[in-house]
């Protein structure tokens, strides 16, 4: 069959392409390199109901083997959801010595859509500007006026919760009602911000069903009633997943062919037309090969592979990788940036409600350098967190011999890391995986920028937790002098930038390769800059607005 369009990836930016390119009339083939997913059926929701947190984690001898232990999802990663995430053991990779990695995949349909955490902020109009203004990476071709409709648009389908704030560094949006404080982060709140008038405490934005609108209600989707077994698959669809929203809506059309186990080895270009034709694919299975032809190809397989697979689709006419006349595929490789948490007791309020199935955190947009500008460093962060009612580490048990609970409050730092051609991806030159494919070679680390910035962000959350009344705080010295390794954070972007010229980037503001008219990307390869924010958003609005670009080209005949 020849299709209009193969998506190569099927979490939250293949399932907006497909959603979008379906609903244009167009013949899409989605190609997922792992399982299938069915809704519903095929999740440990019910399972993970049934059994004790405690009992249901991965014990760490499995996760050296296995699953390195991963501090990023540790809060996701159990026995009874561990066929979401993928292996090292099953699908491995190598780093440049001494720069550790964590690569965090979800092979099966839905991706990480299955697991991800929901957090969904729109990026600020300084956001698309700080490249131009600081020197750092290339200038993004798009503006937030290009993407603040697309930003519209997901919103009202996927179902965002959150407040309207008000704050210019992150712009309010189409939000259905938020989740709401419990009484001491309520108070906290109130002491921060008279302490600190330039910081805002808000309750955090995530794609969780707080109300249901029509568009949710046409797919099924159900409210959420804060079960808190996310990370397992949601049957009511209460959370955005490409399995409860976007590939309803493409298979709603009739449009859309899906294929499992089917792991892209390389797209197939023609010099005659200067086009791409197809993939080519390997059955995950049988590891037999296939060819998939189709009028234009988009990328969504997440930023280092995406970035493999082009450096992996040589030819005479690209010999370094498709589309890489500029060399700079694979390059750019971020993520964010964390430390330790920074915790603090805080007193009082031994009668206060603890809520410990609220689906979402606290969340304080970025300060530094937008409402606050004597930093030492470069752009900002943002930090999350919230307080609960806890074991109090160190403190003496009560009459009854219990361990002492109270209330504790934390913040975590997420901290953007400056594009850095160095950081990059590559393809080894002698070893190969289980079907013949080059392993990447990730050779990433943080910078000097990111080291200082993190050290101040852990100073200034001790501090905000001093100001609210917090006791035993972690000393920031301590916390600030840990990073996360990149990768760790789950938010890889870069290796594929957009930008205006075609000797400094691969694609251009509309996802188009610059060197190839009909293949696209939209997923985090194309990220000229981290930002602060979480960007999985930030994807779905440039994958909505990228479909819809190349659908009217396709009508136009321009392909």
């Given at each position: 069959?020849?299709?209009?369009?193969?998506?190569?990836?099927?979490?939250?930016?293949?399932?907006?392409?497909?959603?979008?390119?379906?609903?244009?009339?167009?013949?899409v083939?989605?190609?997922?390199?792992?399982?299938?997913?069915?809704?519903?059926?095929?999740?440990?929701?019910?399972?993970?109901?049934?059994?004790?947190?405690?009992?249901?984690?991965?014990?760490?001898?499995?996760?050296?083997?296995?699953?390195?232990?991963y501090?990023?999802?540790?809060?996701?990663?159990?026995?009874?959801?561990?066929?979401?995430?993928?292996?090292?053991?099953?699908?491995?990779?190598?780093?440049?010595?001494?720069?550790?990695?964590?690569?965090i995949?979800?092979?099966q349909?839905?991706?990480?859509?299955?697991?991800?955490?929901?957090?969904?902020?729109?990026?600020?109009?300084?956001?698309?500007?700080?490249?131009?203004?600081?020197?750092?990476?290339?200038?993004?071709?798009?503006?937030?006026?290009?993407?603040?409709?697309?930003?519209?648009?997901?919103?009202?389908?996927a179902?965002?919760?959150?407040?309207?704030?008000?704050?210019?560094?992150?712009?309010?949006?189409?939000?259905?009602?938020?989740?709401?404080?419990n009484?001491?982060?309520?108070?906290?709140?109130?002491?921060?911000?008279?302490a600190?008038?330039?910081?805002?405490?808000?309750?955090?934005?995530?794609?969780?069903?707080?109300?249901?609108?029509?568009?949710?209600?046409?797919?099924g989707?159900?409210?959420?009633?804060?079960?808190?077994?996310?990370?397992?698959?949601?049957?009511?669809?209460?959370?955005?997943?490409?399995?409860?929203?976007?590939?309803?809506?493409?298979?709603?059309?009739?449009?859309?062919?899906?294929?499992?186990?089917?792991?892209?080895?390389?797209?197939?270009?023609?010099?005659?037309?200067?086009?791409?034709?197809?993939?080519?694919?390997?059955?995950?299975?049988?590891?037999?090969?296939?060819?998939?032809?189709?009028?234009?190809?988009?990328?969504?397989?997440?930023?280092?592979?995406?970035?493999?697979?082009?450096?992996?689709?040589?030819?005479?006419?690209?010999?370094?990788?498709?589309?890489?006349?500029?060399?700079?595929?694979?390059?750019?490789?971020?993520?964010?940036?964390?430390?330790?948490?920074?915790?603090?007791?805080?007193?009082?309020?031994?009668?206060?409600?603890?809520?410990?199935?609220?689906?979402?955190?606290?969340?304080?947009?970025?300060?530094?350098?937008?409402?606050?500008?004597?930093?030492?460093?470069?752009?900002?962060?943002?930090?999350?967190?919230?307080?609960?009612?806890?074991?109090?580490?160190?403190?003496?048990?009560?009459?009854?011999?219990?361990p002492?609970?109270?209330?504790?409050?934390?913040?975590?730092?997420?901290?953007?890391?400056?594009?850095?051609?160095?950081?990059?991806?590559?393809?080894?030159?002698?070893?190969?995986?289980?079907?013949?494919?080059?392993?990447?070679?990730?050779?990433?680390?943080?910078?000097?920028n990111?080291?200082?910035?993190m050290?101040?962000?852990?100073?200034?959350?001790?501090?905000?937790?001093?100001?609210?009344?917090?006791?035993?705080?972690?000393?920031?010295?301590?916390?600030?002098?840990?990073?996360?390794?990149?990768?760790?954070?789950?938010?890889?972007?870069?290796?594929?930038?957009?930008?205006?010229?075609?000797?400094?980037?691969?694609?251009?503001?509309?996802?188009?390769?610059?060197?190839?008219?009909?293949?696209?990307?939209?997923?985090?390869?194309?990220?000229?800059?981290?930002?602060?924010?979480?960007?999985?958003?930030?994807?779905?609005?440039?994958?909505?607005?990228?479909?819809?670009?190349?659908?009217?080209?396709?009508?136009?005949?321009?392909?």
């Open positions: 069959m020849q299709f209009d369009a193969i998506i190569v990836g099927s979490g939250i930016s293949g399932g907006w392409v497909a959603k979008e390119l379906c609903e244009r009339g167009l013949k083939l989605m190609l997922e390199r792992g399982p299938n997913v069915e809704h519903g059926p095929d999740y440990s929701h019910e399972l993970a109901g049934r059994l004790r947190r405690r009992d249901d984690q991965i014990p760490d001898e499995e996760k050296a083997l296995h699953y390195p232990y501090e990023g999802v540790t809060y996701a990663m159990f026995n009874s959801n561990k066929k979401f995430w993928a292996s090292d053991h099953d699908y491995p990779y190598e780093t440049a010595p001494g720069k550790p990695y964590r690569w995949r979800g092979y349909l839905g991706g990480r859509s299955l697991t991800w955490g929901r957090q969904s902020y729109r990026w600020s109009p300084n956001d698309f500007e700080s490249n131009l203004k600081d020197g750092h990476g290339v200038d993004w071709p798009i503006r937030y006026e290009d993407l603040e409709p697309w930003y519209d648009h997901v919103e009202a389908f179902g965002i919760s959150g407040d309207y704030d008000g704050l210019p560094q992150l712009p309010d949006g189409d939000f259905l009602p938020p989740f709401q404080f009484d001491v982060e309520a108070d906290a709140k109130g002491r921060i911000e008279a600190f008038p330039t910081r805002n405490l808000i309750m955090g934005r995530c794609a969780h069903l707080s109300r249901v609108a029509k568009p949710q209600m046409d797919m989707r159900q409210r959420c009633e804060q079960h808190v077994r996310c990370h397992h698959g949601c049957p009511l669809g209460a959370y955005f997943s490409t399995q409860a929203a976007t590939l309803p809506a493409a298979r709603k059309t009739g449009n859309l062919t899906i294929i499992t186990d089917a792991i892209v080895e390389s797209v197939i270009y023609d010099p005659a037309t200067k086009k791409v034709t197809g993939v080519r694919a390997i059955d995950r299975l049988t590891k037999q090969g296939v060819t998939h032809e189709a009028r234009m190809v988009f990328l969504n397989a997440s930023a280092i592979n995406t970035a493999a697979l082009l450096l992996n689709s040589r030819s005479e006419a690209f010999p370094r990788g498709l589309a890489n006349g500029s060399d700079q595929v694979g390059r750019n490789l971020m993520d964010h940036v964390s430390t330790r948490p920074i915790l603090g007791v805080y007193p009082g309020f031994e009668t206060s409600h603890f809520q410990n199935d609220r689906p979402t955190g606290l969340y304080m947009p970025r300060y530094a350098n937008v409402t606050e500008t004597d930093k030492p460093y470069l752009r900002g962060f943002g930090l999350q967190g919230g307080a609960g009612r806890r074991r109090i580490p160190g403190a003496e048990p009560d009459a009854s011999g219990a002492k609970r109270g209330w504790m409050f934390s913040l975590l730092p997420f901290g953007e890391v400056l594009p850095n051609p160095n950081n990059r991806v590559t393809l080894t030159t002698s070893r190969v995986d289980s079907w013949g494919i080059p392993l990447p070679v990730i050779d990433c680390e943080h910078g000097e990111e080291k200082l910035m050290r101040e962000a852990a100073k200034d959350a001790a501090a905000m937790l001093a100001a609210a009344g917090c006791t035993d705080i972690t000393p920031w010295e301590e916390a600030g002098s840990y990073l996360t390794p990149p990768g760790d954070r789950i938010h890889e972007m870069g290796t594929a930038r957009m930008g205006r010229d075609p000797r400094t980037s691969v694609f251009n503001g509309w996802g188009q390769a610059h060197e190839a008219p009909n293949l696209f990307c939209s997923d985090g390869a194309v990220m000229a800059s981290s930002a602060s924010m979480n960007p999985s958003l930030t994807y779905m609005a440039l994958s909505a607005r990228a479909a819809n670009h190349a659908a009217d080209l396709l009508e136009q005949g321009a392909l």
